[in-house]
């Protein structure tokens, strides 16, 4: 991903491109997976199938779950992002609330 400036200086948010790296994750209900990030990837963008949501999390390797309770600890899952960066993240862990497939491309 780059971006670069405009004529007005304004920053310009450039199309992604492909990723050479794309994982295909097949979620069951409520059942967390946890994936290992492949090397030199720098930024992960998800997409879910059949509008469903996921909670990710990073750098953890057990015990997710779909939050059922307030979390004002801050170390809740988060909700349907986008776009993360890793920041040397070794794990990526992931839970449904419906079965649907998850994809992740990593860029770095």
Do not use: H, W
């Amino acid at each position: 991903m780059a971006q670069r400036r405009d004529s007005f200086d304004q920053v310009v948010v450039a199309s992604v491109q492909q990723s050479d790296t794309i994982y295909a994750i097949v979620m069951a209900a409520n059942t967390a997976q946890y994936i290992t990030p492949p090397a030199g990837a720098n930024f992960v963008l998800f997409a879910a199938s059949g509008g469903n949501d996921f909670y990710m999390l990073l750098n953890v390797t057990s015990g997710l779950s779909v939050p059922a309770a307030n979390n004002t600890a801050g170390t809740s899952p988060e909700l349907n992002p986008l776009i993360r960066e890793l920041k040397g993240a070794t794990s990526i862990g992931l839970v449904t609330t419906a079965a649907c497939n998850i994809t992740m491309a990593f860029y770095s």
